[in-house]
């Protein structure tokens, strides 16, 4: 069974960082897509960051330049450096790890809560 376990939320100010840290419980290179979502109150989860096998990188247009995704394979790890922050950042961010290769399944972490005041 696929494990995946976020670390690092947290509440900080606007125009602060943070940096999310994913650990899976297999090789990274077992999915074909590793990614962030969040989940603000009353609103619908978001695709944030993925990155896939190959290393190709995709962001959602809100967080362009401000986010980076980034992974260290001998670690089995996915983060994501959040910079600039602003409080409509403010969410529960899931690691997200995808296996397609027959049938599409998602794999999700429990959640971490990120809170930005202003």
């Known amino acids: 069974q696929v494990q995946l376990v976020e670390s690092g939320g947290g509440l900080v100010q606007a125009g602060g960082s943070l940096r999310l840290s994913c650990v899976a419980s297999e090789s990274i290179f077992s999915f074909d897509n590793m990614g962030w979502y969040r989940q603000a109150p009353e609103k619908q989860r978001e695709l944030v960051a993925t990155?896939?096998?190959?290393?190709?990188?995709n962001y959602a247009d809100s967080v362009k330049g401000r986010f980076t995704i980034s992974r260290d394979v001998a670690k089995k790890m996915v983060y994501l450096q959040m910079n600039t922050l602003k409080p409509e950042d403010t969410a529960v961010y899931y690691c997200?790890?995808?296996?397609?290769?027959?049938?599409?399944?998602?794999?999700w972490g429990q959640g971490t809560q990120v809170t930005v005041s202003s």
């Open positions: 997200n790890a995808r296996k397609s290769a027959f049938r599409v399944v998602d794999y």
């Open positions: 990155i896939t096998r190959g290393g190709f990188t």
